[in-house]
């Protein structure tokens, strides 16, 4: 667990609570706590649950993703193991939680025209489910990730039941450009994929 909630902290593509992380791993927010506190003395971490864990020295996240310098199994994080279980944890939260108008929006109106778009926000996105709208596909760091039957399940209901409710989510949060670059990336592992598997066919 140790190397799984550290992956977190590494690997996100910005710095996440703990809370956030226990949400995303699908594990209690205290034992992240607790596995974060044994090493405190590498990372900036607050007694606040809600507050972003980040490293305290810059090189901490290049010595423990490489093997030949972090020699401690426990400790050692390898991007990609832990990239596909950030993926799944975000595929994960989308499809247990993403709904149409979760915001409760007024009918036939814009974003700008919601006085408090913001607040409607934070109370009906929590941070996991923005995470994972706006950054699942920052941990999609090749097409072989696409063929493991959890990701490849989870990814096929996405797209199938909650594509467009992903889009609204994103509209909300203001990070539309996000769904041209997510699309972009699995377009281009789906290729990867589909080469691969042509690869080892007979001639």
Known sequence: MVRSVLGAVILAANPLSPSTIAV??????????????????????????????????????????????????RFHVSPPSHHPELLAGCFGLMNQ????????LP??????EVDDLQ????RHLDP?????????????????IIRTPTIASALRRFLGKKFLFWLEALSVLGAAREAVDALNVATKSLEVCRASALDVLPN
């Open 119 to 122: 607040e409607r926000t934070e």
């Open 24 to 73: 995303l791993l699908g594990i209690d927010r205290e034992d992240v706590f607790l596995r974060l506190s044994s090493i405190h003395s590498l990372l900036i971490l607050q007694e606040d649950l809600d507050s972003p864990v980040r490293s305290f020295h810059k090189s901490f996240p290049d010595f423990i993703v490489d093997s030949t310098r972090c020699v401690n199994e």
């Open 107 to 112: 009918d036939a109106v814009a974003n700008r």
């Open 97 to 104: 939680m993403l709904k149409k108008n979760m915001c409760n």
């Open 128 to 144: 996991a489910l923005r995470y994972a709208c706006k950054s699942w596909h920052k941990h999609l760091i090749d097409g072989h």
